[in-house]
């Protein structure tokens, strides 16, 4: 027959092993959940880093093409400045800005009908007469604005009856004429002393300036 003690300590040391495996295992579930929580945190903490890193990469850039403006417009004002104060870029501008006459030079707008009466003008100042003139009136389509603008071909006919001198100081004008005008065909009929000439002929407009100004938003 076993003894009574024997029997308590094996039941005494099957409690503390049974207690020990308790402990351990909440032990081990315990710091399994503080190292998931720890790399959330750690995970979060990167994240935040990472996209503060790339927001103050964004800033220094973006000061960066600030500071450029800032020096560009500055260096503009100083040349527009330098370009008023300048004397008559062409000759009998009667006065007008310089910065006016580069406008009418290269106008920002379409402005069909404007061009209509420059070249009005100009048939009255070389004594012929204007019979006709056709173009396409599109200044709704034209383009108003680009990030990098160029000139745009803008194409118009006129005809004008004058005498050959007339005719001759027409086409002299044009040549010397401040915005840029190219005569694409030329045809004359009559005689000297009344000549009729028909033009095909190409101006330009260049769009104004788009700033781009854009907006992004980090996440």
Request: net charge negative.
């Amino acid at each position: 027959m076993k003894s009574p003690n024997i029997n308590a300590n094996v039941i005494s040391k099957h409690v503390k092993i049974k207690n020990s495996s308790k402990i351990v295992y909440i032990t081990i579930m315990v710091s399994a959940i503080v190292i998931a929580f720890s790399l959330a945190i750690l995970n979060s903490l990167y994240g935040q880093w990472r996209f503060n890193e790339r927001l103050h990469a964004e800033k220094e850039r973006v000061l960066d093409k600030l500071e450029t403006n800032l020096a560009n417009a500055k260096s503009l004002k100083s040349s527009f400045a330098s370009l008023e104060a300048a004397g008559e870029i062409i000759p009998g501008q009667n006065g007008r800005p310089n910065s006016t006459v580069i406008l009418d030079a290269l106008p920002s707008r379409y402005d069909y009908p404007a061009l209509a009466t420059a070249m009005d003008v100009l048939a009255e100042e070389s004594g012929v007469i204007l019979d006709s003139f056709d173009g396409e009136d599109a200044e709704t389509q034209a383009e108003v604005s680009a990030v990098e603008p160029r000139p745009i071909e803008i194409e118009y006919t006129m005809s004008v009856t004058g005498s050959y001198d007339q005719i001759n100081q027409f086409m002299q004008n044009i040549e010397r004429s401040i915005r840029p005008i190219s005569l694409s065909d030329v045809a004359l009929s009559g005689k000297t002393t009344e000549l009729r000439g028909a033009f095909s002929m190409i101006t330009y407009y260049q769009p104004t300036v788009d700033l781009n100004v854009i907006t992004r938003t980090f996440k």
